[in-house]
């Protein structure tokens, strides 16, 4: 499967507008709320903080950066066209919050121009990440925070039996390095960051489905799409997640990590 956050352009613009409904809807999970809420308040925000969201998709976290306490001024990037123009719907009349489009490994912004950075369920999906933690460098003031948040994708799983047919459908995520998460701690330290706290947060998704069962369609079709199974397969695949979903039989799990940094004040 294509990983987005670097394809974007090959991929129909029409899948993209599908994908940011889903976006929007995890945000809306209270769970995942959470979990944002609890690094966020590890963080230290000077009166008035410019804060960059990079890999924004359509906006959700940025638009809760704008509102933080102690936040004057929220920018939202993406390398994505139709993630943009969503950010930007979704955000009309807010003053403190701009979006452009922009790839987190190459920033046009200036040196030292933001006080936060954040990056949110996006840097496993990038390849080369030490230049994204490069960039947030850059373009932190010194004594700024760097904040990481994405899933270890090494325990993801919907497997309510052991080989569970739907967990192949988790299996073909598009994620770079399933391992990066654990090497956070290094990750910063080796782009300059000092001060580095790593948190884990647990997520339980049941006995609904909410974005873990999102993943079985998009997994089927790669499935489908790459000749691993037929349409059929496919199809059964997905049926079998919403009986789940509909039945009160679903269940999905992974871990999280953040890991928050400080550019050392020279």
Same mark, same amino acid.
């Given at each position: ?132 933690? =490069? @960039? /947030?460098? &850059? ?7 760097? !904040? ?6 090494? %325990? ?77 397969? =496919? @199809? /059964?695949? &997905? ?7 509909? !039945? ?6 992974? %871990? ?11």
């Amino acid at each position: 499967m294509k990983d987005g956050y670097d394809a974007h352009a090959e991929v129909d613009q029409a899948i993209f507008e599908r994908h940011a409904d889903r976006l929007e809807a995890r945000f809306e999970d209270p769970r995942q709320q959470a979990m944002l809420r609890d690094y966020l308040s590890d963080l230290t925000f000077a009166e008035c903080a410019s804060v960059l969201d990079i890999g924004c998709g359509t906006g959700a976290v940025t638009r809760r950066l704008a509102a933080w306490p102690g936040v004057g001024h929220a920018t939202g990037v993406d390398p994505i066209n139709a993630f943009i123009s969503r950010a930007r719907q979704l955000a009309r009349g807010a003053e403190n919050i701009a979006f452009e489009q922009g790839d987190g490994r190459s920033l046009r912004f200036d040196d030292e121009t933001f006080d936060v950075v954040v990056s949110h369920t996006v840097i496993t999906h990038v390849s080369q990440p030490e230049k994204l933690i =490069a @960039e /947030a460098f &850059r373009v932190l003031r010194p004594g700024g925070s760097i !904040a990481l948040f994405d899933g270890d994708y090494t %325990t993801s799983t919907v497997a309510n039996q052991s080989f569970d047919p739907l967990q192949a459908c988790v299996d073909v995520l598009p994620v770079h390095d399933m391992y990066l998460v654990r090497r956070f701690p290094s990750l910063l330290a080796g782009g300059g960051f000092d001060d580095v706290r790593v948190r884990s947060h647990g997520y339980v998704e049941d006995p609904k489905g909410g974005y873990m069962a999102s993943w079985i369609e998009r997994g089927a079709n790669a499935l489908a799409d790459n000749g691993v199974i037929g349409v059929e397969l =496919a @199809e /059964a695949l &997905r049926a079998e997640a919403r009986r789940r979903c509909e !039945a009160g039989q679903w269940v999905g799990q992974m %871990t999280f990590l953040s890991a928050i940094g400080r550019r050392p004040i020279p």
